[in-house]
């Protein structure tokens, strides 16, 4: 949630959630219909929780919205708050019949069945028991075996269970089973009796066979035809691999069948033929691992694979993978590389199942935002995780100024980080110490404000840098400690120190005009964190000391402050950002004020605070979008602000059917 992913634990990673407000300003039309990010951010559970299931083999929603995981070691209801564990006790006949459960699927009438090693179970929800249904050697309408490993529902309700004795039809009615086992004399039967999965094609009237070791089956429901696809190596009409273990039919009527060594194969229904997607773990845009054990669709069409290598995500489109997996330096990772199941939910969300134990979470809405963090394996990859500062240049790159990582350059189309920082036997490399801002130039230059280290000019080309610093000669820097950068219309660069007021560049002469004392009002200001250029070229301030507008015929600043006499003054005098928004109105974020709206014809405030429905009075940034909302940032959470309606709205990413609640 956005108040865990931007706590503010210092000032320093305050300007965290300017970079990303800044991030959304860039790409405002992101959506979940987009491929997802290089990484990932999973919730875990489970194993987190204390709970073990072991190997989750399974998942599945039903329709009341609650999420049921079924692994090695039993069986699990989750309501996004509580666990609901099951399992099989000896003594009580209405128990699991088995802790080993291999499926779960919710029949037409709202029943849920559950597959295990010891038979097939249905579920009494309102005792909470289990009914049992196991083979009878002397009972031909039994279920053929008692290891059941899948189930499928056809379109006249009946239940075709996957078991190691054969194929078992439970009828709509749920009183007896019509068996159908492998037939060495028969071409026309089942081609085993080892089924792994079962799964019935959108018709409903088309049953596909998963076997162990002998391909997959078509079974016409109603004729009770067999076509068999067995195992043909690098053939067009046959499976890359005899170990069929899951099957699934996409958007589009195409079955794709995971096996247990050969990869992932695309069957044409229609003309019979198969297309193989094969492992290979040194290709970035292949297949990882060559056992895909489970298949689910994305709301694009496109499918998540379970491997035992990761988590694939396959283009449908482009027939190219991309890869997740567990990271040790990032928490948020898969728990493990091993994937044994993958579920997509009402809401569009993704849930992996993995072993040993656990589940992943994806709330894909999260995916708006590409997470990226500094990984010690990556020579290129980020610096350093925390990133105080961005900016883009003209050309599309980014430029990011980190706490201790130095300045990264972040190439888009390639995904990579380039690293430059400071060297102590090298003068014209950059500062020591944090980069809270970075500003590009129309001469492609950088001008970087760090912490501690001054004024730096940056030039990409060489990797240089000149650096300013504060001395107590004439024309030098205020203060080393420099918070925030502008740019404007004039060819000025203005530079806020936190502790040495406004500083202003001079670029005929290479030195700066200090703005700390203002000799009109005989007042001083010395903590600058904004610096900010309107529609018309004002220039304006962001001060401990209040709001600054820059009288350029005087070279002065006129402060507003708060008025405790007058309600339609400042409301504090703090101020920590300010901007425009599609009407070219002013608006100014303060610590401790909420939102302010300058009339400037009046030079009058209108206040929006905390109890006129926002999540904080301590605004630490906004930044407008192309649709007219202005977006702000707290330690509350990401707010959308319209300044039309003046309605807020706390943008948190939630579960409409299961929420998931994770302290």
Request: charged fraction near 20%.
């Amino acid at each position: 949630m956005f108040n865990r992913v931007f706590p503010t634990l210092n000032i320093f990673r305050q300007r965290i959630f300017i970079g990303i407000v800044f991030f959304l300003s860039l790409v405002p039309c992101l959506s979940i219909a987009q491929a997802p990010p290089p990484s990932l951010q999973f919730v875990h559970l489970l194993a987190d929780d204390g709970i073990s299931v072991g190997s989750v083999e399974t998942i599945n929603q039903d329709h009341l919205g609650y999420m049921w995981f079924g692994g090695l070691e039993g069986l699990v209801q989750y309501d996004g708050y509580n666990f609901v564990t099951y399992h099989n006790k000896p003594n009580d006949p209405g128990s699991l019949s088995s802790n080993v459960v291999w499926d779960i699927v919710e029949d037409s009438k709202g029943v849920l069945w559950v597959a295990t090693d010891g038979g097939l179970n249905r579920f009494n929800r309102d005792s909470g028991t289990f009914t049992h249904f196991k083979h009878d050697k002397n009972n031909s309408n039994s279920i053929a075996a008692n290891i059941t490993r899948s189930i499928a529902e056809d379109a006249e309700g009946n239940l075709w269970i996957g078991t190691f004795g054969g194929l078992s039809k439970l009828n709509a009615d749920r009183t007896s089973f019509t068996n159908f086992r492998h037939d060495p004399n028969n071409d026309n039967s089942i081609s085993s009796h080892e089924i792994r999965t079962v799964f019935i094609d959108r018709s409903g009237k088309t049953l596909w066979i998963g076997h162990d070791a002998h391909g997959i089956n078509r079974f016409d429901i109603k004729t009770g035809t067999v076509q068999r696809y067995p195992y043909m190596v690098n053939e067009a009409n046959g499976p890359n691999h005899s170990n069929l273990v899951s099957i699934f039919e996409d958007r589009d009527g195409f079955i794709w069948v995971g096996t247990d060594g050969g990869g992932i194969g695309r069957l044409n229904p229609v003309k019979n033929e198969f297309l193989h997607l094969k492992a290979n773990k040194d290709d970035p845009n292949a297949l990882l691992h060559k056992t895909v054990m489970g298949i689910a669709e994305d709301i694009q069409g496109n499918l998540w694979l379970a491997t035992e290598g990761g988590l694939n995500y396959l283009n449908r489109q482009t027939l190219e993978f991309s890869r997740y997996t567990n990271n040790p330096n990032d928490k948020a990772s898969l728990n493990s590389s091993t994937v044994r199941s993958v579920f997509v939910d009402v809401n569009h969300d993704l849930w992996v199942g993995t072993f040993p134990t656990g589940v992943n979470f994806l709330d894909t809405s999260s995916t708006v935002f590409q997470t990226y963090r500094n990984d010690p394996n990556n020579t290129n990859g980020l610096s350093q995780s925390s990133v105080l500062a961005m900016d883009e240049d003209e050309s599309g790159i980014l430029w990011l100024g980190t706490d201790g990582g130095g300045l990264n350059r972040f190439n888009r189309t390639t995904n990579t980080f380039t690293h430059y920082k400071h060297d102590e036997k090298n003068p014209k490399s950059i500062s020591p110490g944090a980069i809270l801002s970075v500003k590009h130039d129309r001469d492609g230059t950088l001008w970087l404000g760090t912490w501690h280290g001054g004024l730096n000019h940056f030039d990409p080309k060489t990797g240089t840098a000149k650096r300013y610093n504060f001395s107590l000669n004439p024309g030098s820097l205020s203060n080393n400690n420099i918070w925030a950068l502008c740019n404007d219309q004039q060819q000025n660069l203005w530079i806020g120190t936190i502790g040495g007021g406004l500083n202003r560049y001079q670029q005929d002469t290479d030195d700066f005009v200090n703005y700390q004392k203002q000799a009109i009002t005989n007042e001083n200001f010395f903590l600058v964190w904004k610096v900010y250029e309107d529609h018309q070229g004002q220039i304006w301030v962001g001060a401990n000391e209040g709001l600054g507008r820059y009288d350029r015929a005087l070279d002065q600043f006129i402060f507003y402050r708060h008025d405790p006499k007058d309600p339609q003054s400042l409301s504090f005098d703090v101020v920590l950002d300010i901007t425009e928004d599609s009407n070219q109105r002013l608006w100014v974020a303060t610590r401790g004020g909420g939102l302010n709206l300058l009339d400037q014809s009046t030079g009058k405030f209108t206040h929006f605070r905390e109890k006129d429905g926002l999540t904080d009075d301590i605004i630490n940034s906004i930044k407008p979008d192309n649709l007219g909302n202005l977006w702000l940032g707290s330690a509350h959470g990401l707010t959308r602000f319209n300044p039309e309606t003046k309605k807020s709205m706390l943008e948190r990413p939630t579960v409409l059917y299961v929420s998931i609640n994770k302290k």
